[in-house]
């Protein structure tokens, strides 16, 4: 028999509140322009200071905190983790939303503005559903974790930190909190991030010979990388919830430095490999495989000379159905919607992705925003799905800490 008692204390206007409060404090970081995620993480220090629980601000870099909340049961037990970053992407050119992106507009069901989807969202979701549990006197076991911290959307050092720290050394199960469409995922695709500069001389256009052009061996390397795809591709196959690993060239310089004009042949061209693994795939092998293209094309074209730098690895993750923390994630979901779950993957790596692979805590990525709307113009969420999702955050917590008793 399912326990209501948590359920009742979400109050449904209050999320919605929250949700536009935290969408309306911009929290882009921009080192350039003075944009960080102070301003929001304070926000989030002082309501939970002012709902009583214990909270730690945790510095990762100047005007860049981690927030971390504690709620502890009567008695000893496991320890449950939440966590949902503060920091937002880019706007682009604002002139082209339809709804000014920080101002949160709620407009026939949804709220609009950046973060609304990816994950203020979710944030707003994992404070109403601690609070409930909190209002409702319930005596639970253990103790449930608030891990708000900076930086997903670049190199995740705010949750590498939040580890370093040691915040996460008794945690047993952790529910993240992204726009999954309230898709369950134990899944998560890994990233390897590369820059690859080939090197060449500078020469006159009109004398191309005096020089070495880097621009066609770095088209040369390119079309390697597109067909290692697409053996990997046929290796490996389309995994039931990742889908196809992807070897994916985004940015193209050259000269990487400077500005390039017509009739200068370059002396460096530069291309950033964005590069997401499904199970089967080793990150080492890839790196491996890729250097040794260098000496593939160098042993056709003696002048050719490339060098790689790795400036991120993220392992794929998984999570087995069987592990507890997904079990109680899909016994609320059962519970609160009164159908049977979607599993899924997440495309993207997640700070879930460091839990896992550091200190090997199961963890499940779930939350409302559809999985396609985050980092778009008129990023918006639908607000039926963001109280439900406080519903299923608050029971998959009860279910978690209570599954022995």
């Not at 002082?46 to 502890?72: C, Q, S, T, Y």
């Not at 000893?76 to 992407?89: I, S």
């Not at 999954?180 to 060449?200: F, H, M, S, T, V």
């Not at 060239?249 to 530069?270: A, D, F, I, Y």
């Amino acid at each position: 028999m399912m326990d209501k008692r948590a359920i009742e204390h979400v109050d449904e206007e209050e999320v919605v509140t929250l949700t536009r409060e935290l969408v309306s404090i911009p929290s882009v970081y921009d080192p350039e322009g003075g944009g960080n995620e102070e301003r929001a993480a304070m926000f989030v220090r002082d309501r939970l200071v002012g709902e009583g629980f214990e909270v730690h601000v945790d510095m990762v870099a100047p005007h860049r905190p981690n927030v971390i909340a504690i709620l502890k049961g009567g008695r000893p037990g496991r320890t449950v983790l939440l966590e949902a970053h503060t920091d937002v992407v880019t706007t682009g050119d604002v002139d082209e939303w339809r709804y000014p992106p920080f101002e949160a507009k709620l407009i026939e069901g949804k709220i609009y503005g950046r973060g609304a989807c990816d994950t203020k969202n979710n944030l707003a979701s994992a404070i109403i559903a601690a609070k409930a549990i909190k209002d409702s006197g319930i005596d639970f076991p253990g103790k449930i974790v608030l891990c708000f911290p900076v930086d997903e959307e670049g190199m995740m050092t705010g949750i590498k930190h939040f580890i370093k720290r040691g915040w996460a050394d008794d945690v047993d199960g952790a529910i993240i909190c992204e726009p999954e469409d309230n898709n369950l995922c134990p899944d998560i695709k890994g990233a390897i991030r590369a820059i690859i500069k080939i090197k060449g001389k500078m020469a006159h256009g009109a004398m191309p010979l005096t020089g070495i052009n880097p621009n066609p061996r770095m088209a040369a390397l390119i079309l390697k990388l597109q067909d290692f795809e697409r053996r990997e591709i046929e290796r490996l196959g389309y995994h039931e919830y990742l889908g196809y690993p992807s070897i994916t060239p985004t940015v193209v310089m050259s000269p990487p430095n400077g500005k390039g004009q017509l009739n200068v042949v370059p002396e460096e061209s530069l291309v950033a490999l964005d590069i997401r693994t499904i199970p089967g795939q080793d990150g080492e092998s890839l790196i491996g495989r890729i250097e040794g293209m260098f000496e593939e094309l160098k042993s056709s074209d003696e002048k050719f000379r490339a060098e790689m730098e790795v400036i991120e690895k993220r392992p794929c993750t998984h999570t087995d159905k069987g592990e507890l923390i997904v079990r109680a994630v899909d016994k609320a979901y059962r519970e609160i919607k009164g159908e049977e779950p979607v599993y899924n993957g997440v495309p993207g790596a997640t700070d879930g992705t460091f839990l896992w692979a550091w200190k090997h805590i199961p963890v499940v990525v779930t939350g409302s925003g559809k999985r396609d709307v985050p980092h778009q113009r008129d990023e918006y969420v639908e607000i039926d799905q963001l109280i439900e999702t406080t519903k299923i955050y608050t029971q998959a917590i009860i279910n978690y800490l209570f599954a022995d008793e």
